[in-house]
C-alpha cells in the first residue's frame, strides 16, 4: 500500500509509542480473515467524532474501518463513532457504559490525548478507561491514539502511554510522527489543520495511515493477554463507576430522548431558579458531574453549586456559562476525591441566576467513582504442626518447605495469622488492617440511622453489629492431618471473654475434603452421663471409654458448638470454618513429644467448659448425600446456619452469578478451576467478595464453599 505520509516525509514507524501486547489484535485480524462479525467503537473527543472533516466518512476511524473492510472482504464489521467534542478521558469513564459497552466491541480505537491535557485528574481517569475496557467481557483490543496541539506539541501523551505500558496496550502518536514532519518543516501546519488542532481530511487521511501502517505490522500472535487483575498504576477508582438518582427538588428531568451517541444535550436534568435542587446518593471513594457550558456572548445560564455530604465549606461552583465561542461545551468536574470508601450524596443547588439568562442549567449527570471494590484474593498463611503433613503443598500449590504443614489459614485476621491481600487497591495489605479501617467493605452501612458514626457500622436493616464484630469474625482453614490431633474443646464468648483477655470464643465447623481410602473417623462428643462422670474419666484416662467416634466420608458436614469435645484423626483432610478465635484447651495429647516435651494440656479449662451430656450425634453432622441431593449445579446451597455465620456450596458449571449485597462473603475453592470476575482461581483459592459487591461472574468447573455472616 502506498501511503501520503511519505510524500510529507512522514516516517510512520516513528508513531509507534508503544507495541504493546498484540495477542487481542492479532485475534481481532483472525477473525476478520476467517469472515466473522466484529464490532470497531471509535472512543474519544472532538477528533473521534471527525470535527473538521468534510463527512464522517472522511474521519480517520471510519477510514481506518472502511480499510478493514476492503481488506476482510468477507467479515462484516459494525463501526460505531463514539467522539463527543470537547470531552476527556473523565466523561469517558462514566460514560463508557452506554456509549462502548453496549456496542460489544472487538476493538476500541481510544483518543483523548488533547482534552485530558488540563485534567489535573486525567492519570486516573484514562487509567479507569483503559482499565474497563480490558475487562469487558469481549476482551476487546485496545489501541490509544495520541493526538497534540501542533501550534506547540502539547498533548496528555506521557501519562497516557505510561499507562499503555503499563497495560500493555499499544499506543500510537501524531507527537512523534506527524508534529515531528512539521518541526522539520516537511508538512506545514495550515495544510492539514485549519486551527492547529483538529484535522482537515488531509489530517484524517495521515491519522488513518498511521493505524492502517501498524495493524498491517502484526504478523504472530504472542503467547498471554492484557490482564484486567494487573495492580493499578495511578488509581483503580475510575474503573467502577455508577448513577443514582435519589430525589428531585427544583430541578426536572429532560424529556429529550438521546437519538445517537452525539446527542449531547438530552435524558440529562434543568433547573432555573435559585434553590432549586437535585440529590444523588450512591457508594463510591469520588464524585464527579458533567454539565453545560453556553456561550457567554449570546446566552447566560445559572450557577450551580455541588455539595458532598452536606458540606456547605468545601462546596464547588458550576458555572453556567464560559467565555469561549465556539460553541456549548460539556464541562465535567470531579467533585470530590480521596472519599472514604461508603455512601455519599451530592446535592446540586441553584445559587445564583442573571437578569439575561436564556437558557437554564443543564446537568448531564452525576457518578460516583470506585463504588465497587475490589474481590480481595488472599495470600494465605501455613503453619507447621507436630500432627501435619504435605497435602497443603502437594495437593493446593501452597509453596511451604517441610513434612509437618499441618494448617493453611486461608482467610484470617488473626494476630497468629493475619492473611495479605495479594492485589488490587489493597494489595500487600493485612485483612485486619482492612477490616479495621474500612468498616463499610465488610457490611452496608445505613447512613440514615441516626447512629451511624464511623466507628460503629450498621447493617442496611437497620441493626448494630454486635462487640465481637469489632474484630473480623470468621476465620477459614485447611486442615491437613497426617496424624491424629489432640482432643480439644473450646470455651463460648462469655468464658473465652472473662478468662482469655476479652478474646472470642470458638464455634466452628468442617467439610470433610477428603479421607483415607474406604472413610475415616472423626472424634465428635463424649458418652459420659454427668459431670461428675465426666471428671472421673479424665483423672482416670478412660479415653477409649469417654470419647466417641464417628465414621465420616468425604462431603460430611459436621458442626462443633463450643463444649463439644473433637478432635481430627489421621489421613483426613477438613477445610474448617471457625470464629475468629485461636483458643483451645487440650484435654489429650496422647503422651506424644514436640521437640523433646509434652505439649501443654488444659484439664481445668476443658473440665469447665465441656457440655455434659454431649449432644446427639445426627445434630452435629449432616451427611453427604443428603447434601448431594439438594446441589443443583449453578446454584448456591445453604449447609447450615447458626448465629457466628453461614456455610453454602455452588458447584459451579459453565458460567452463574452470585449477588453479594449487604453483608461481605468468603470463598474457599475446593476443587476445580476457572474465573470470577475474569481472574482466574483454582482449588486452594481463597477470596472475599465485599458487601455491595452485586454480582460476580462466575465460570469453569468448581465448587465453592462460601461463608456470611
Known amino acids: 500500500m502506498i501511503f501520503l505520509a511519505e510524500k510529507y516525509g512522514i516516517d510512520l514507524n516513528d ?7 498484540i495477542n487481542r489484535l492479532a ?10 462479525s466484529l464490532s470497531v467503537v471509535a472512543f474519544g473527543g472532538s477528533i473521534t467524532q471527525g470535527s473538521l472533516a468534510s463527512s464522517v466518512e472522511k474521519s480517520y476511524t471510519c477510514l481506518f474501518t472502511e480499510y478493514l473492510r476492503n481488506k476482510f472482504p468477507s467479515a462484516q464489521i459494525r463501526y460505531t463513532n463514539a467522539g463527543i467534542g470537547g470531552t476527556g478521558s473523565l466523561y469517558g469513564a462514566f460514560r463508557l457504559k452506554r456509549d462502548v459497552k453496549l456496542h460489544k466491541p472487538d476493538l476500541v480505537l481510544v483518543d483523548f490525548s488533547v482534552n485530558d491535557l488540563n485534567n489535573p485528574y486525567a492519570a486516573e481517569t484514562f487509567e479507569g478507561v483503559i482499565r474497563q475496557l480490558l475487562s469487558l467481557p469481549e476482551k476487546p483490543a485496545v489501541i490509544v491514539i495520541g493526538n497534540t496541539y501542533y501550534d506547540r506539541g502539547e498533548s496528555s501523551q506521557t501519562i497516557q502511554a505510561d499507562v499503555c505500558r503499563h497495560y500493555g496496550v499499544p499506543m500510537l502518536s501524531t507527537d512523534t510522527s506527524i508534529y515531528k514532519a512539521v518541526l522539520k518543516g516537511t508538512l506545514h ?39 484486567e487483575t494487573v495492580p493499578y498504576l495511578f488509581s483503580d477508582i475510575y474503573q467502577q463507576t455508577a448513577e443514582v438518582s435519589v430525589e428531585l427538588n427544583g430541578f426536572a428531568s429532560d424529556g429529550t430522548k438521546r437519538k445517537s451517541i452525539q446527542d449531547r444535550f438530552a435524558e440529562g436534568y434543568t433547573a432555573s431558579k435559585k434553590g432549586d435542587s437535585i440529590t444523588f446518593t450512591g457508594v463510591g471513594r469520588a464524585i464527579a458531574v458533567a454539565y453545560r457550558q453556553v456561550v457567554s456572548s449570546t446566552d447566560m ?42 455512601r455519599h450524596t451530592l446535592e446540586i443547588r441553584i445559587d445564583k441566576t442573571h437578569d ?15 463504588g465497587r471494590p475490589d474481590i480481595m484474593f488472599m495470600d494465605p498463611v501455613c503453619t507447621h504442626n507436630v500432627w501435619g503433613g504435605t497435602r497443603i503443598r502437594d495437593d493446593f500449590g501452597y509453596s511451604i518447605e517441610g513434612d509437618d504443614i499441618g494448617e493453611c489459614w486461608g482467610i484470617s485476621a488473626h494476630p497468629n495469622g493475619d492473611g495479605t491481600v495479594d492485589s488490587g487497591v489493597f494489595r500487600g495489605r493485612k485483612l485486619s488492617e482492612i477490616y479495621e479501617k474500612h468498616p463499610d467493605l465488610f457490611y452496608r452501612r445505613n447512613i440514615s440511622a441516626a447512629s451511624s458514626d464511623e466507628g460503629c457500622p450498621y447493617y442496611d436493616d437497620g441493626t448494630v453489629l454486635t462487640e465481637e464484630k469489632s474484630v473480623f469474625p470468621l476465620l477459614i482453614k485447611i486442615i491437613d492431618a497426617k496424624t491424629d490431633l489432640s482432643i480439644q474443646v473450646h470455651p463460648d464468648d462469655a468464658y473465652a471473654k472473662e478468662h482469655e483477655n476479652g478474646s472470642l470464643g470458638k464455634k466452628e465447623c468442617w467439610y470433610v475434603l477428603d479421607t483415607p481410602a474406604g472413610g475415616g473417623e472423626l472424634v465428635v462428643g463424649h458418652n459420659a452421663k454427668t459431670r461428675e462422670e465426666l471428671r472421673e474419666m479424665v483423672s482416670e484416662g478412660n479415653w477409649d471409654e469417654l470419647i466417641r467416634t464417628i465414621p465420616v466420608h468425604k462431603g460430611d458436614f459436621i458442626q462443633i458448638d463450643p463444649g463439644t469435645v473433637h478432635a481430627i484423626k489421621g489421613g483426613m483432610l477438613i477445610l474448617e470454618t471457625q470464629q475468629n478465635s485461636d483458643i483451645t484447651y487440650r484435654v489429650y495429647d496422647y503422651d ?41 449445579d449453578n446454584e448456591i446451597e445453604e449447609i447450615y446456619k447458626c448465629d457466628k455465620y453461614t456455610v453454602m456450596r455452588i458447584k459451579v458449571s459453565g458460567n452463574t452469578r452470585v449477588r453479594v449485597s449487604d453483608r461481605f462473603f468468603t470463598a474457599s475453592v475446593i476443587c476445580g478451576s476457572g474465573a470470577i470476575d475474569g481472574r482466574a482461581v483454582r482449588k486452594g483459592s481463597f477470596f472475599i467478595i465485599p458487601a455491595g459487591y452485586g454480582e460476580a461472574e462466575l465460570n469453569g468447573s468448581m465448587e465453592i464453599l462460601f461463608s456470611k455472616v
Open 592 to 632: 506424644r513429644l514436640y521437640h523433646g516435651k509434652k505439649r501443654q494440656l488444659h484439664v481445668k479449662q476443658s473440665l469447665d467448659v465441656i457440655t455434659v451430656p454431649a449432644a446427639s450425634e445426627k445434630n452435629c453432622i449432616i451427611r453427604h448425600d443428603v447434601l448431594d441431593s439438594k446441589l443443583k
Open 189 to 227: 501546519r495550515q495544510d492539514f489543520t485549519p486551527d492547529d488542532l483538529h484535522p482537515n481530511d488531509l489530517g484524517h487521511q495521515l491519522l488513518s495511515e498511521i493505524l492502517i501502517h501498524f495493524v498491517n505490522g502484526i504478523k504472530a500472535e504472542p503467547a498471554g493477554d492484557h490482564s
Open 27 to 36: 485475534g481481532f485480524l483472525k477473525t476478520a480473515e476467517k469472515g466473522g
Open 301 to 342: 445560564s445559572p450557577r450551580a453549586i455541588a455539595v458532598v455530604d452536606g458540606d456547605e465549606k468545601h462546596a464547588v461552583v458550576l458555572e453556567g456559562w464560559f467565555g469561549e465561542t465556539w460553541g456549548e461545551n460539556i464541562r465535567a468536574d470531579v467533585i470530590a476525591s480521596g472519599l472514604a470508601y461508603g
Open 15 to 21: 508513531a509507534v509509542i508503544n507495541t504493546g501486547n
Open 356 to 370: 439575561n439568562d436564556t437558557k437554564p442549567f443543564y446537568l448531564i449527570g452525576a457518578g460516583f467513582a470506585g
